[in-house]
Protein backbone atom coordinates (compact mmCIF):
# COMPACT_ATOMS: atom_id res chain seq x y z
CA UNK A 1 0.00 0.00 0.00
CA UNK A 2 2.71 2.22 0.70
CA UNK A 3 3.75 2.18 -2.91
CA UNK A 4 0.48 2.81 -4.65
CA UNK A 5 0.32 5.85 -1.94
CA UNK A 6 3.96 6.92 -3.36
CA UNK A 7 3.32 6.70 -6.83
CA UNK A 8 0.08 8.23 -6.82
CA UNK A 9 1.23 11.63 -4.90
CA UNK A 10 4.04 11.52 -7.45
CA UNK A 11 1.58 10.99 -10.07
CA UNK A 12 -0.58 13.64 -8.29
CA UNK A 13 1.98 16.03 -7.53
CA UNK A 14 3.04 16.69 -11.31
CA UNK A 15 -0.05 17.41 -12.70
CA UNK A 16 -0.96 19.70 -10.02
CA UNK A 17 2.58 21.69 -11.00
CA UNK A 18 1.78 21.73 -14.66
CA UNK A 19 -1.67 22.59 -13.54
CA UNK A 20 -0.79 25.82 -11.71
CA UNK A 21 1.25 26.77 -14.56
CA UNK A 22 -1.74 26.44 -17.04
CA UNK A 23 -3.23 28.39 -14.75
CA UNK A 24 -0.79 31.39 -15.06
CA UNK A 25 -0.55 31.26 -18.70
CA UNK A 26 -3.96 31.02 -19.62
CA UNK A 27 -4.60 34.58 -17.62
CA UNK A 28 -1.35 35.84 -18.93
CA UNK A 29 -2.54 35.06 -22.79
CA UNK A 30 -6.30 35.15 -22.36
CA UNK A 31 -7.48 36.79 -19.41
CA UNK A 32 -9.21 36.44 -15.97
CA UNK A 33 -12.64 36.89 -17.00
CA UNK A 34 -12.18 34.14 -19.59
CA UNK A 35 -10.48 31.93 -16.41
CA UNK A 36 -14.14 32.83 -15.36
CA UNK A 37 -15.98 31.45 -17.61
CA UNK A 38 -13.92 28.53 -17.77
CA UNK A 39 -14.51 28.03 -13.96
CA UNK A 40 -18.14 28.78 -14.60
CA UNK A 41 -18.87 26.16 -17.41
CA UNK A 42 -16.91 23.71 -15.44
CA UNK A 43 -19.42 23.99 -12.60
CA UNK A 44 -22.55 24.26 -14.33
CA UNK A 45 -21.49 20.91 -15.90
CA UNK A 46 -21.33 19.51 -12.62
CA UNK A 47 -25.00 20.56 -12.59
CA UNK A 48 -25.83 18.98 -15.66
CA UNK A 49 -24.13 15.92 -14.35
CA UNK A 50 -26.43 15.38 -11.98
CA UNK A 51 -27.46 12.52 -13.93
CA UNK A 52 -24.97 10.31 -13.54
CA UNK A 53 -27.14 10.26 -9.89
CA UNK A 54 -24.34 8.41 -8.11
CA UNK A 55 -23.74 5.62 -10.04
CA UNK A 56 -19.76 5.08 -9.93
CA UNK A 57 -19.81 5.09 -6.06
CA UNK A 58 -22.42 2.68 -5.82
CA UNK A 59 -21.28 0.21 -9.04
CA UNK A 60 -17.55 -0.01 -6.86
CA UNK A 61 -19.46 -0.91 -4.14
CA UNK A 62 -21.17 -3.59 -5.93
CA UNK A 63 -18.34 -5.48 -7.66
CA UNK A 64 -16.38 -5.78 -4.15
CA UNK A 65 -18.32 -9.06 -3.27
CA UNK A 66 -17.96 -10.60 -6.84
CA UNK A 67 -14.71 -9.35 -8.19
CA UNK A 68 -13.17 -11.14 -4.60
CA UNK A 69 -15.18 -14.31 -4.84
CA UNK A 70 -14.35 -14.46 -8.45
CA UNK A 71 -17.81 -14.71 -9.58
CA UNK A 72 -17.10 -13.45 -12.99
CA UNK A 73 -20.95 -14.04 -13.99
CA UNK A 74 -22.07 -11.31 -11.58
CA UNK A 75 -19.60 -9.18 -12.70
CA UNK A 76 -20.41 -9.14 -16.04
CA UNK A 77 -24.09 -8.56 -15.30
CA UNK A 78 -22.85 -5.58 -13.31
CA UNK A 79 -20.63 -4.21 -16.22
CA UNK A 80 -23.51 -5.06 -18.53
CA UNK A 81 -25.39 -2.58 -16.46
CA UNK A 82 -23.10 0.16 -15.96
CA UNK A 83 -22.07 0.63 -19.58
CA UNK A 84 -26.51 0.91 -20.63
CA UNK A 85 -27.00 3.05 -18.30
CA UNK A 86 -23.85 5.32 -18.59
CA UNK A 87 -24.50 4.85 -22.74
CA UNK A 88 -27.90 6.65 -21.48
CA UNK A 89 -26.76 9.35 -19.43
CA UNK A 90 -24.31 10.55 -21.59
CA UNK A 91 -27.41 10.99 -24.62
CA UNK A 92 -29.11 12.78 -21.91
CA UNK A 93 -26.37 15.53 -20.65
CA UNK A 94 -25.73 16.33 -24.28
CA UNK A 95 -29.47 17.19 -24.85
CA UNK A 96 -29.40 18.86 -21.34
CA UNK A 97 -26.56 20.88 -22.30
CA UNK A 98 -27.98 21.84 -25.78
CA UNK A 99 -31.24 22.91 -24.15
CA UNK A 100 -29.21 25.01 -20.89
CA UNK A 101 -27.00 26.63 -24.21
CA UNK A 102 -29.71 29.81 -25.03
CA UNK A 103 -30.07 30.72 -21.38
CA UNK A 104 -26.35 31.31 -20.97
CA UNK A 105 -25.93 34.75 -20.43
CA UNK A 106 -28.14 34.50 -17.25
CA UNK A 107 -25.21 33.33 -15.52
CA UNK A 108 -22.48 35.85 -16.72
CA UNK A 109 -22.54 39.58 -14.48
CA UNK A 110 -20.51 40.60 -17.68
CA UNK A 111 -20.19 43.71 -19.63
CA UNK A 112 -20.85 42.20 -23.37
CA UNK A 113 -21.38 38.83 -24.18
CA UNK A 114 -20.02 37.27 -27.54
CA UNK A 115 -21.65 34.83 -29.26
CA UNK A 116 -18.54 32.28 -29.18
CA UNK A 117 -19.46 31.83 -25.70
CA UNK A 118 -22.00 29.14 -26.93
CA UNK A 119 -19.30 26.94 -29.34
CA UNK A 120 -17.00 27.24 -26.29
CA UNK A 121 -19.90 25.60 -24.16
CA UNK A 122 -21.42 23.09 -26.36
CA UNK A 123 -17.29 22.36 -27.14
CA UNK A 124 -17.18 22.10 -22.90
CA UNK A 125 -20.47 19.37 -23.18
CA UNK A 126 -19.05 17.30 -25.43
CA UNK A 127 -15.91 16.67 -23.40
CA UNK A 128 -18.06 15.92 -20.44
CA UNK A 129 -19.70 13.23 -22.77
CA UNK A 130 -16.89 11.88 -23.79
CA UNK A 131 -15.86 10.71 -19.98
CA UNK A 132 -18.52 8.15 -20.33
CA UNK A 133 -16.81 6.57 -22.92
CA UNK A 134 -14.44 4.93 -20.06
CA UNK A 135 -15.97 5.47 -16.63
CA UNK A 136 -17.24 1.85 -16.30
CA UNK A 137 -13.58 0.90 -16.81
CA UNK A 138 -11.84 3.13 -13.91
CA UNK A 139 -15.03 2.03 -11.57
CA UNK A 140 -14.06 -2.02 -12.55
CA UNK A 141 -10.29 -1.72 -12.61
CA UNK A 142 -10.92 0.80 -8.81
CA UNK A 143 -12.83 -1.97 -7.34
CA UNK A 144 -10.71 -5.01 -8.31
CA UNK A 145 -7.79 -2.76 -6.33
CA UNK A 146 -6.28 -1.78 -9.60
CA UNK A 147 -6.83 2.14 -9.08
CA UNK A 148 -2.57 2.78 -9.15
CA UNK A 149 -2.90 1.51 -13.02
CA UNK A 150 -5.90 4.01 -13.45
CA UNK A 151 -4.40 7.00 -11.59
CA UNK A 152 -1.18 6.20 -13.95
CA UNK A 153 -3.25 6.45 -17.31
CA UNK A 154 -4.88 9.33 -15.68
CA UNK A 155 -2.00 11.36 -14.76
CA UNK A 156 0.37 10.14 -17.96
CA UNK A 157 -2.44 11.22 -20.42
CA UNK A 158 -3.31 14.42 -18.46
CA UNK A 159 0.24 15.70 -18.10
CA UNK A 160 0.85 15.62 -21.89
CA UNK A 161 -1.99 17.49 -23.02
CA UNK A 162 -1.20 19.82 -20.07
CA UNK A 163 2.45 20.81 -21.46
CA UNK A 164 0.67 21.01 -25.42
CA UNK A 165 -1.60 23.30 -23.90
CA UNK A 166 0.25 25.31 -22.13
CA UNK A 167 2.39 25.66 -25.75
CA UNK A 168 -0.79 26.59 -27.51
CA UNK A 169 -2.28 29.12 -24.99
CA UNK A 170 1.22 31.13 -25.17
CA UNK A 171 1.51 30.47 -28.86
CA UNK A 172 -2.14 30.76 -30.25
CA UNK A 173 -3.87 32.24 -26.99
CA UNK A 174 -7.26 30.20 -28.08
CA UNK A 175 -9.57 28.92 -25.60
CA UNK A 176 -11.30 26.77 -28.58
CA UNK A 177 -7.70 24.87 -29.11
CA UNK A 178 -7.84 24.22 -25.50
CA UNK A 179 -11.10 22.76 -24.76
CA UNK A 180 -10.20 20.53 -28.01
CA UNK A 181 -7.29 19.28 -26.27
CA UNK A 182 -9.60 17.84 -23.30
CA UNK A 183 -11.83 16.33 -25.74
CA UNK A 184 -8.14 14.15 -27.32
CA UNK A 185 -7.27 13.88 -23.67
CA UNK A 186 -10.36 11.59 -22.59
CA UNK A 187 -10.61 10.09 -26.26
CA UNK A 188 -6.95 8.86 -25.16
CA UNK A 189 -7.76 7.62 -21.75
CA UNK A 190 -10.66 5.83 -23.21
CA UNK A 191 -8.41 4.01 -26.01
CA UNK A 192 -5.38 3.15 -23.15
CA UNK A 193 -8.01 1.66 -20.90
CA UNK A 194 -9.97 -0.74 -23.45
CA UNK A 195 -6.88 -1.84 -24.67
CA UNK A 196 -6.02 -3.13 -21.34
CA UNK A 197 -9.85 -4.31 -20.17
CA UNK A 198 -9.77 -6.71 -23.78
CA UNK A 199 -5.95 -7.82 -22.39
CA UNK A 200 -6.90 -8.68 -18.84
CA UNK A 201 -10.14 -8.93 -18.28
CA UNK A 202 -11.25 -11.33 -21.13
CA UNK A 203 -13.63 -13.26 -18.75
CA UNK A 204 -16.03 -10.72 -18.17
CA UNK A 205 -18.85 -10.62 -21.00
CA UNK A 206 -21.67 -8.85 -22.17
CA UNK A 207 -24.94 -10.29 -21.38
CA UNK A 208 -28.83 -8.56 -21.79
CA UNK A 209 -29.17 -9.73 -18.04
CA UNK A 210 -29.44 -6.06 -15.39
CA UNK A 211 -28.41 -6.32 -11.64
CA UNK A 212 -31.62 -4.76 -10.47
CA UNK A 213 -30.10 -4.24 -6.24
CA UNK A 214 -28.15 -1.49 -8.18
CA UNK A 215 -31.20 0.62 -9.21
CA UNK A 216 -32.03 1.18 -5.43
CA UNK A 217 -28.70 2.07 -4.33
CA UNK A 218 -28.50 4.76 -7.21
CA UNK A 219 -31.57 6.26 -6.15
CA UNK A 220 -30.21 6.73 -2.95
CA UNK A 221 -27.10 7.82 -4.02
CA UNK A 222 -28.94 10.29 -6.35
CA UNK A 223 -29.62 12.85 -3.00
CA UNK A 224 -26.19 12.57 -1.53
CA UNK A 225 -24.82 13.31 -5.51
CA UNK A 226 -26.96 16.23 -5.12
CA UNK A 227 -25.59 17.45 -1.73
CA UNK A 228 -22.41 17.32 -2.78
CA UNK A 229 -23.30 19.10 -6.04
CA UNK A 230 -24.61 22.05 -4.13
CA UNK A 231 -22.06 22.25 -1.78
CA UNK A 232 -18.97 22.41 -3.87
CA UNK A 233 -20.44 23.70 -6.92
CA UNK A 234 -22.30 26.18 -6.18
CA UNK A 235 -19.76 29.14 -5.00
CA UNK A 236 -18.46 30.15 -8.91
CA UNK A 237 -21.88 30.37 -9.94
CA UNK A 238 -23.22 32.20 -7.39
CA UNK A 239 -20.40 34.73 -7.37
CA UNK A 240 -20.85 34.80 -11.06
CA UNK A 241 -24.15 36.04 -10.87
CA UNK A 242 -23.87 38.34 -7.62
CA UNK A 243 -20.69 39.22 -7.86
CA UNK A 244 -17.92 39.63 -11.29
CA UNK A 245 -16.76 37.00 -13.77
CA UNK A 246 -13.10 38.71 -12.23
CA UNK A 247 -13.85 37.34 -9.17
CA UNK A 248 -15.22 33.82 -10.06
CA UNK A 249 -11.19 33.88 -11.52
CA UNK A 250 -9.62 34.97 -8.73
CA UNK A 251 -11.87 32.76 -6.55
CA UNK A 252 -11.15 29.82 -9.34
CA UNK A 253 -7.28 30.37 -8.65
CA UNK A 254 -7.57 29.45 -4.75
CA UNK A 255 -9.69 26.64 -5.68
CA UNK A 256 -7.54 25.17 -7.47
CA UNK A 257 -5.19 25.53 -4.88
CA UNK A 258 -7.55 23.86 -2.59
CA UNK A 259 -7.94 20.97 -5.34
CA UNK A 260 -4.78 20.40 -5.10
CA UNK A 261 -4.78 19.56 -1.27
CA UNK A 262 -8.18 17.45 -1.68
CA UNK A 263 -6.29 15.24 -4.61
CA UNK A 264 -3.28 14.57 -2.21
CA UNK A 265 -6.10 13.51 0.10
CA UNK A 266 -8.14 11.59 -2.15
CA UNK A 267 -4.52 9.83 -3.30
CA UNK A 268 -4.59 8.08 0.03
CA UNK A 269 -8.40 7.47 0.17
CA UNK A 270 -8.58 6.08 -3.12
CA UNK A 271 -6.21 3.52 -2.21
CA UNK A 272 -7.21 2.41 0.89
CA UNK A 273 -10.86 2.68 0.26
CA UNK A 274 -11.43 -0.56 -1.42
CA UNK A 275 -9.31 -2.15 1.81
CA UNK A 276 -11.16 -0.70 3.89
CA UNK A 277 -14.55 -1.91 2.49
CA UNK A 278 -13.00 -5.35 2.48
CA UNK A 279 -12.01 -4.50 6.36
CA UNK A 280 -15.59 -3.83 6.78
CA UNK A 281 -16.76 -6.86 5.05
CA UNK A 282 -15.44 -9.30 7.26
CA UNK A 283 -15.13 -7.85 10.57
CA UNK A 284 -17.37 -7.32 13.33
CA UNK A 285 -18.65 -3.84 13.95
CA UNK A 286 -16.86 -3.31 17.08
CA UNK A 287 -13.32 -4.06 15.50
CA UNK A 288 -14.50 -1.38 12.14
CA UNK A 289 -15.15 1.60 14.72
CA UNK A 290 -12.16 0.84 16.39
CA UNK A 291 -10.68 1.00 12.98
CA UNK A 292 -12.74 4.46 12.41
CA UNK A 293 -11.69 5.76 15.13
CA UNK A 294 -8.03 5.90 14.60
CA UNK A 295 -8.23 6.60 11.07
CA UNK A 296 -10.55 9.24 12.04
CA UNK A 297 -7.95 10.85 14.57
CA UNK A 298 -5.35 10.95 11.54
CA UNK A 299 -7.17 12.53 9.35
CA UNK A 300 -8.40 15.68 11.88
CA UNK A 301 -4.52 15.62 12.34
CA UNK A 302 -4.08 15.97 8.29
CA UNK A 303 -7.32 18.30 7.87
CA UNK A 304 -5.20 20.91 10.50
CA UNK A 305 -2.57 20.45 9.20
CA UNK A 306 -3.22 21.44 5.64
CA UNK A 307 -5.80 24.09 6.88
CA UNK A 308 -3.46 25.97 8.79
CA UNK A 309 -0.53 26.34 6.63
CA UNK A 310 -3.12 27.34 3.89
CA UNK A 311 -4.40 30.13 6.23
CA UNK A 312 -0.53 31.43 6.32
CA UNK A 313 0.78 30.53 3.17
CA UNK A 314 -1.69 31.00 0.18
CA UNK A 315 -1.63 34.48 0.03
CA UNK A 316 1.99 34.62 -0.50
CA UNK A 317 1.97 31.40 -3.27
CA UNK A 318 -1.00 33.27 -4.72
CA UNK A 319 1.15 36.70 -5.07
CA UNK A 320 4.12 34.54 -7.10
CA UNK A 321 2.28 32.76 -8.54
CA UNK A 322 -0.45 35.43 -10.51
CA UNK A 323 0.32 38.47 -8.83
CA UNK A 324 -0.47 40.55 -6.27
CA UNK A 325 -4.06 41.87 -7.41
CA UNK A 326 -5.66 38.58 -7.43
CA UNK A 327 -4.82 38.23 -3.52
CA UNK A 328 -8.19 37.97 -1.63
CA UNK A 329 -8.75 39.12 2.46
CA UNK A 330 -7.86 37.84 4.99
CA UNK A 331 -10.91 36.90 6.03
CA UNK A 332 -11.76 35.32 2.80
CA UNK A 333 -8.69 33.08 3.35
CA UNK A 334 -9.70 32.34 6.99
CA UNK A 335 -13.10 30.84 5.57
CA UNK A 336 -11.85 29.16 2.98
CA UNK A 337 -9.11 27.33 5.23
CA UNK A 338 -12.30 26.69 8.04
CA UNK A 339 -14.04 24.89 4.64
CA UNK A 340 -10.27 23.35 3.61
CA UNK A 341 -10.13 21.67 7.17
CA UNK A 342 -14.07 20.14 6.75
CA UNK A 343 -12.98 18.74 3.36
CA UNK A 344 -10.08 16.72 4.55
CA UNK A 345 -11.80 15.41 7.93
CA UNK A 346 -15.15 14.46 6.44
CA UNK A 347 -13.19 11.91 3.73
CA UNK A 348 -13.09 8.86 6.69
CA UNK A 349 -16.63 9.09 7.98
CA UNK A 350 -17.40 9.21 4.10
CA UNK A 351 -15.54 6.37 3.63
CA UNK A 352 -16.64 4.06 6.10
CA UNK A 353 -20.31 4.99 5.57
CA UNK A 354 -20.16 3.78 1.77
CA UNK A 355 -18.00 1.00 2.61
CA UNK A 356 -20.76 -0.29 5.10
CA UNK A 357 -23.59 0.13 1.84
CA UNK A 358 -25.32 3.02 4.26
CA UNK A 359 -26.86 5.46 1.05
CA UNK A 360 -30.46 5.19 2.32
CA UNK A 361 -29.71 8.70 4.64
CA UNK A 362 -31.11 10.89 2.22
CA UNK A 363 -32.53 13.74 4.47
CA UNK A 364 -28.66 14.29 4.93
CA UNK A 365 -27.68 15.21 1.24
CA UNK A 366 -31.09 17.29 1.02
CA UNK A 367 -30.77 19.28 4.64
CA UNK A 368 -27.66 20.15 3.49
CA UNK A 369 -28.40 21.64 0.20
CA UNK A 370 -31.15 23.35 1.29
CA UNK A 371 -28.86 25.43 3.95
CA UNK A 372 -26.50 25.99 1.67
CA UNK A 373 -28.12 27.34 -1.14
CA UNK A 374 -30.53 29.52 1.29
CA UNK A 375 -27.26 31.28 3.80
CA UNK A 376 -24.99 31.30 0.67
CA UNK A 377 -27.85 33.17 -1.65
CA UNK A 378 -28.97 35.38 1.78
CA UNK A 379 -25.23 36.15 2.80
CA UNK A 380 -24.03 36.34 -0.76
CA UNK A 381 -26.66 39.22 -1.40
CA UNK A 382 -24.96 41.21 1.76
CA UNK A 383 -21.16 40.15 2.00
CA UNK A 384 -20.39 39.24 -1.37
CA UNK A 385 -17.77 36.13 -1.42
CA UNK A 386 -17.79 35.74 2.00
CA UNK A 387 -21.19 35.61 2.79
CA UNK A 388 -21.20 32.35 0.12
CA UNK A 389 -18.65 30.25 1.48
CA UNK A 390 -19.82 31.15 4.99
CA UNK A 391 -23.04 29.46 3.64
CA UNK A 392 -21.19 26.73 3.07
CA UNK A 393 -19.35 26.64 6.27
CA UNK A 394 -23.08 26.83 7.82
CA UNK A 395 -23.88 23.82 6.37
CA UNK A 396 -20.70 22.13 6.22
CA UNK A 397 -20.85 21.86 10.05
CA UNK A 398 -24.42 21.52 11.12
CA UNK A 399 -24.87 18.24 8.46
CA UNK A 400 -21.61 17.05 7.77
CA UNK A 401 -19.81 17.68 11.28
CA UNK A 402 -23.42 17.17 13.19
CA UNK A 403 -25.87 15.41 12.10
CA UNK A 404 -24.49 12.49 9.49
CA UNK A 405 -21.74 11.65 12.13
CA UNK A 406 -24.89 11.09 14.95
CA UNK A 407 -26.64 8.43 12.00
CA UNK A 408 -23.80 6.52 11.03
CA UNK A 409 -22.01 6.18 14.24
CA UNK A 410 -25.69 4.30 15.01
CA UNK A 411 -26.05 2.94 11.43
CA UNK A 412 -22.52 1.56 11.17
CA UNK A 413 -21.45 0.93 14.60
CA UNK A 414 -24.16 0.25 16.95
CA UNK A 415 -22.73 3.32 18.73
CA UNK A 416 -25.44 5.69 20.91
CA UNK A 417 -25.68 9.68 20.81
CA UNK A 418 -23.27 9.85 23.88
CA UNK A 419 -20.38 8.39 21.94
CA UNK A 420 -20.85 10.90 19.53
CA UNK A 421 -20.86 13.57 21.78
CA UNK A 422 -17.50 11.79 23.79
CA UNK A 423 -15.78 11.49 20.64
CA UNK A 424 -16.52 14.86 18.59
CA UNK A 425 -16.32 16.72 22.05
CA UNK A 426 -12.80 15.30 22.25
CA UNK A 427 -11.86 16.51 19.00
CA UNK A 428 -13.57 19.73 19.45
CA UNK A 429 -11.12 20.10 22.79
CA UNK A 430 -8.09 19.18 20.55
CA UNK A 431 -9.10 21.92 17.47
CA UNK A 432 -9.21 24.56 20.32
CA UNK A 433 -6.15 23.54 22.20
CA UNK A 434 -4.21 23.48 18.94
CA UNK A 435 -5.33 26.57 17.52
CA UNK A 436 -4.50 28.54 20.56
CA UNK A 437 -0.88 26.52 20.82
CA UNK A 438 0.06 27.34 17.40
CA UNK A 439 -1.39 31.46 17.03
CA UNK A 440 1.08 31.75 20.34
CA UNK A 441 3.75 29.61 18.83
CA UNK A 442 3.84 30.33 14.52
CA UNK A 443 2.77 34.27 15.23
CA UNK A 444 6.53 34.24 16.13
CA UNK A 445 7.88 32.81 12.47
CA UNK A 446 4.76 35.16 10.48
CA UNK A 447 6.34 37.58 7.91
CA UNK A 448 5.41 40.38 6.02
CA UNK A 449 6.57 39.71 2.37
CA UNK A 450 7.86 36.76 0.20
CA UNK A 451 9.70 37.76 -2.87
CA UNK A 452 10.79 34.89 -4.18
CA UNK A 453 10.00 31.17 -4.51
CA UNK A 454 12.76 29.68 -3.18
CA UNK A 455 11.90 31.91 -0.13
CA UNK A 456 8.50 30.77 0.03
CA UNK A 457 9.56 26.63 -0.31
CA UNK A 458 11.90 27.29 2.87
CA UNK A 459 9.28 29.70 4.58
CA UNK A 460 6.60 27.07 3.64
CA UNK A 461 8.93 24.02 5.08
CA UNK A 462 9.16 25.99 8.66
CA UNK A 463 5.87 26.49 9.02
CA UNK A 464 4.51 23.10 8.11
CA UNK A 465 7.17 21.80 10.04
CA UNK A 466 6.57 23.67 13.32
CA UNK A 467 2.79 23.22 12.70
CA UNK A 468 3.12 19.29 12.54
CA UNK A 469 5.30 19.37 15.63
CA UNK A 470 2.96 21.67 17.61
CA UNK A 471 0.03 19.69 16.53
CA UNK A 472 1.52 16.03 17.19
CA UNK A 473 2.35 16.85 20.55
CA UNK A 474 -1.06 18.33 21.38
CA UNK A 475 -2.93 15.40 19.79
CA UNK A 476 -1.09 13.29 22.13
CA UNK A 477 -3.72 13.71 24.23
CA UNK A 478 -6.12 11.61 22.46
CA UNK A 479 -5.84 8.04 23.16
CA UNK A 480 -6.47 6.92 19.71
CA UNK A 481 -3.71 8.72 18.75
CA UNK A 482 -0.90 7.61 21.44
CA UNK A 483 -1.91 3.91 19.97
CA UNK A 484 -1.40 4.53 16.59
CA UNK A 485 2.20 5.85 17.82
CA UNK A 486 2.59 2.64 20.13
CA UNK A 487 1.80 0.53 17.30
CA UNK A 488 4.26 2.26 14.95
CA UNK A 489 7.15 2.25 16.93
CA UNK A 490 6.57 -1.49 17.91
CA UNK A 491 6.15 -2.13 13.99
CA UNK A 492 9.18 -0.21 13.16
CA UNK A 493 11.90 -1.50 15.47
CA UNK A 494 10.32 -5.39 14.99
CA UNK A 495 11.36 -4.76 11.45
CA UNK A 496 14.67 -3.36 12.16
CA UNK A 497 14.92 -6.46 14.71
CA UNK A 498 13.73 -9.00 12.01
CA UNK A 499 16.63 -7.33 9.77
Known sequence: MKKEIILNFIFTILTS??????????????????????????QLLQYLNIVEMGLGSASTFSLYKPLAEKNYKQVSIILSTIKSIYNKIALLLFCLGILLTPILPFFMKIKSFDKIIYIYWILYVLNTVSTYLFIKYVVLFTANQEFIYVRFIQSLSK?????????????????????????????????????????????????????????????????HKIGTLIIYNTDLILISKLVSLKIVGIYA?????????????????????????????????????????????????????????SYILINYFISLWIGKEYILPILTVQLISINIFITCFRVILDTFKDGSGFFDDIQCPILESIINLVFSIILGIKYGVNGIIMGTIISNVSIILIYKPILTFKRCFNQELKEYIKVYGNYLILIIISLLSLNKIIKIFIVDEINSWLSWILYSIKISSFTSIVLSIVFLLSKEFRSILKEIYYNFFKGVKND
Not at 179 to 197: A, C, E, G, S
Not at 291 to 299: E, Q, T, V, Y
Open 17 to 42: IVMFFQNKYFIEYMGIETLGIMKLFS
Open 159 to 223: FIYQILQIWLIIKYHSFLIFIILLILDNLTQYILFKRYFNKKYSFIFSTKERYKKLNNDIKNLFW
Open 253 to 309: SYQLVIQMITTIINVIINVIKPKIGKYIAINSKEKIYKLFKKMNIIFLLIGMIFSYC
